[in-house]
């Protein structure tokens, strides 16, 4: 894959980040794109950092803390809570389904959260199940809906896949 950077376009959104702060202020000469390596460095520092006993720890307190505060204790929890249902399923099926929506014979993607056993498969007397469908290219946002289990087909596709299916507008394709 060929990358073409334009280094003009870039020096001009360099210059708005704060001298104090970049790092080419601190440098003889300037080098293009030192920003992007140092933030690459960091964060590749950052992610070894938190596979070490300490990083763990720290990582534990950083949770902690976002569990404390009011508004984003609901937004974090739920997101973590998300993230794990999607992942991994305990029962042995894949969270990754097959649906026909918004009509018959159009289909969709989407993650099969769990089985609804409330008030809603009560009134329509049948066996429902939770299935998120994200939206392209922003798979954080989209749609809860409920399809009887007959309707749901279990893909083998991992979360994973799903979502660089999903955010790639299906141009993604599975590797074997």
């Known amino acids: 894959m060929l990358v073409i950077v334009n280094w003009k376009y870039v020096e001009k959104r360099v210059k708005k980040i704060p001298k104090n702060i970049n790092p ?10 030192v920003e992007i390596v140092i933030s690459i460095l960091l964060i590749t520092i950052v992610g070894g950092l938190s596979l070490s006993f300490f990083g763990r720890r720290i990582l ?14 609901t937004v974090y929890s739920a997101i973590v809570q998300m993230t794990e249902t999607f992942s991994k399923k305990d029962d042995g099926k894949r969270s990754v389904v097959l649906i026909e929506y918004p009509r018959k ?9 769990k089985e609804n056993k409330g008030e809603m498969a009560q009134k329509t007397g049948k066996n429902l199940i939770n299935v998120f ?6 798979p954080t946002s989209g749609f809860l ?4 289990i ?3 087909i279990y893909l083998n596709m991992s979360f994973e896949e799903a979502s660089k299916f999903i955010v790639s507008a299906g141009t993604s394709t599975k590797k074997t």
């Open 24 to 33: 080419n202020s601190y440098l003889p000469f300037n080098i293009p794109g």
């Open 60 to 73: 534990k307190l950083i949770d902690d803390l976002f569990k404390r505060i009011p508004f984003l204790r």
């Open 105 to 113: 014979g159009v289909w969709a993607v989407g993650f099969a959260t």
């Open 133 to 138: 469908v994200p939206t392209t290219p922003n």
């Open 145 to 148: 809906l409920m399809f009887p």
């Open 150 to 152: 007959e309707d749901v």
